[in-house]
């Protein structure tokens, strides 16, 4: 009996032997397990962190590229205004009053930009802006003609092109004329108008002063030059607007940046052409001149002078000068 028990005690032991160890392998594998995993999560997440950093540090990069180059930026164009601002002095300009409505513009353009220069303007007419700059007495003179042969030691600069209208009263019917009749009309050949297909009415011839370089200008164009028969010569371009809007009679020529906008006056088509930006700009428009800043070979400019006449010639005045009623060449 006692022999008996003790194998079925013994047979117990043994089954629970086996019963623990099996345990003791289960959980070791799911330990084992459960490590991998852990692991393989935390390796991902360090690879997150990484690519995250890698993205901040790019990012970094970026801003302080971008902060560099503003600050380039800032630096630059504070030394181009410290550039202008370092620069003073006054600029003379003497000479044509058919250019006043494109100086004046430029000289509002250029003061802006260099506060501590000071351009002036006298508006003599062509001629005596010529002799300025040839004696001397104007940094630049203003000629609303080319130089002419005799008129030596001077180089010419073209700013603007403009047409030279032909105007007459807002009552005259006549809408067109030939340019034989323009010639015509000026030299005393045609005295009525009921001869070009207006009303019969007595011609009034207006022009301007001797050496206006418009005057010089249409006469050159149209071949009558020093055969026109006027009524009135006058002084400025204003002035002939004004004489042909107060008479009834009257035919005139003036700048068509000026004639254009003034309703007092009526503007007439030239060989079926309308006088025009455009037309003067294609070369259709028969009658225009040159708007020419005159400078004298033998004086140096000085830095004012030079910055100014730079920059009326740069591509950057092409707005300034259209706002005018002109064309840049």
């Known amino acids: ?42 390796a991902e997440a360090t690879e997150d962190e990484a690519a995250e950093a890698d993205d901040a540090e790019e990012e970094a990069a970026e801003a302080e590229d971008t902060e560099d180059e503003a600050a380039e930026a800032d630096a630059t164009e504070e030394t181009g205004t410290e ?8 600029v003379s300009t003497n000479g044509s009053t058919s250019m006043e409505k494109v100086m004046s513009i430029l000289i ?3 003061e802006e930009q260099y506060p501590n220069v000071t351009v002036t303007y006298d508006a003599t007419g062509s001629g005596a802006g010529i002799t300025a700059a040839t004696e001397g007495s104007a940094d630049i003179g203003l000629a609303s003609r080319n130089l002419k042969d005799e008129e030596t030691g ?5 700013v603007a092109i403009d047409g030279i209208a032909v105007i007459i009263n807002p009552s005259n019917t006549v809408e067109d004329l030939t340019l034989e009749q323009i010639a015509g009309l000026f030299n005393g050949t045609i005295t009525n108008w009921s001869e070009v297909g207006g009303e ?15 005057r010089d200008g ?51 088509s030239v060989d079926g052409v309308a006088a025009t ?42 707005d300034y000068i259209a706002q005018a009623g002109a064309i840049q060449p």
């Open 218 to 268: 249409f006469e050159s164009v149209v071949g009558v030059e020093d055969a026109c028969v006027y009524d009135q010569e006058l002084t400025s371009t204003g002035s002939v607007i004004t004489a042909v809007a107060q008479n009834q009679y009257a035919i005139g020529y003036a700048s068509l940046s000026e004639a254009a906008e003034d309703d007092s006056v009526k503007v007439i």
């Open 277 to 318: 930006e455009d037309t003067v700009k294609d070369g259709s428009y028969a009658i225009q001149r040159n708007f020419n800043m005159v400078v004298s070979d033998s004086a140096t400019l000085s830095d004012a002078a030079q910055a100014f006449l730079d920059f009326c010639l740069s591509a950057d005045v092409a």
């Open 108 to 110: 509002e353009a250029f």
């Open 83 to 90: 550039a202008n601002a370092d620069l003073s002095g006054t």
């Open 154 to 158: 001077l180089t010419a600069y073209v």
């Open 1 to 42: 009996m006692k022999r008996i028990s003790a194998l079925v005690l013994a047979l117990m032991m043994v089954l629970c032997l086996a019963a623990c160890g099996s345990s003791s392998d289960t959980t070791s594998t799911d330990t084992a397990d459960t490590t991998a995993e852990t692991e393989t999560q935390e």
């Open 200 to 214: 019969d009415m007595e011609v009034a011839v207006i022009g301007r002063e001797a050496g206006s370089g418009t």
